[in-house]
């Protein structure tokens, strides 16, 4: 059974300011890893995966994350956010063999970005 | 290029009342889900199909049945709804070890 830590359910920033969301990950077997974003009233977009190679992984909208594999993390950052950032941010984790490509979700992390 | 198409987008139900969801996917993928979305919860994996004729239960499978009698098609029904239920229900689709596409979304409310 895999699981995902997202430890804060709530991050506000203000605009142009870089911000980190966290994100451990527990499993017995080589996992996949991914992040989605959720915008309001709509369903969740791909902004980053990480399934093999270079740990460092760059996604849409600025956004990049790093695999850790000895902490088991996956934190998502952005240099410099902006107003149209605001969403929840769903980091997610699923089995590389096996287990029917199941991603098993965090529980969420909203960013707000203030003026 | 619809992607994943969920139907209907809104849903009052009593207590005790049936339904079904429909997903429909163009993608020709092979693997479909079913989540819910709660507060402060996540999305949590309902049911899934690895293939046409094919379900399995995910992490929170009881009081839903699952068909995909066509592989662009997955259904998910209440047989008996509980205002337990009341959630937001998610539709996505995916190739083996790839990203899943999302639907947007059925929000159903139990009274």
């Known amino acids: 059974a895999q699981s995902v830590t997202q430890l804060d359910s709530q991050v506000p920033v203000f605009e142009e300011a870089p911000v980190e969301l966290r994100c451990n990950y527990s499993s017995s077997v080589s996992v996949y890893l991914f992040w989605y974003v959720q915008y309001p009233n709509q369903g969740l977009q791909l902004l980053l995966k990480?399934?093999?190679?270079?740990?460092l992984v760059k996604g849409i909208n600025g956004f990049e994350a790093e695999f850790n594999k000895s902490q088991t993390s996956f934190h998502l950052r952005k240099p410099s956010v902006h107003i149209s950032d605001t969403a929840e941010y769903f980091c997610?984790?699923?089995?590389?063999?096996?287990?029917?490509?199941?991603?098993?979700f965090g529980t969420g992390t909203q960013l707000k970005v203030e003026l | 290029n619809a992607g994943v198409t969920q139907t209907p987008k809104f849903r009052v139900l009593k207590t005790g009342q049936s339904m079904t969801l429909l997903c429909a996917q163009d993608m020709n993928h092979e693997y479909m889900y079913w989540y819910r979305q709660d507060p402060g919860m996540g999305l949590r994996l309902i049911h899934y199909s690895v293939g046409e004729g094919t379900t399995a239960k995910g992490e929170v499978p009881d009081g839903y049945n699952v068909s995909r009698l066509k592989k662009q098609n997955f259904l998910l029904g209440l047989e008996s709804a509980a205002p337990s239920q009341t959630s937001v229900y998610f539709c996505?689709?995916?190739?083996?070890?790839?990203?899943?596409?999302f639907g947007s979304g059925t929000q159903l409310s139990v009274l």
């Open positions: 996505a689709s995916s190739y083996q070890g790839a990203r899943l596409f």
């Open positions: 997610a984790v699923s089995q590389v063999t096996g287990g029917g490509n199941k991603l098993t």
């Open positions: 990480y399934l093999s190679g270079s740990t």
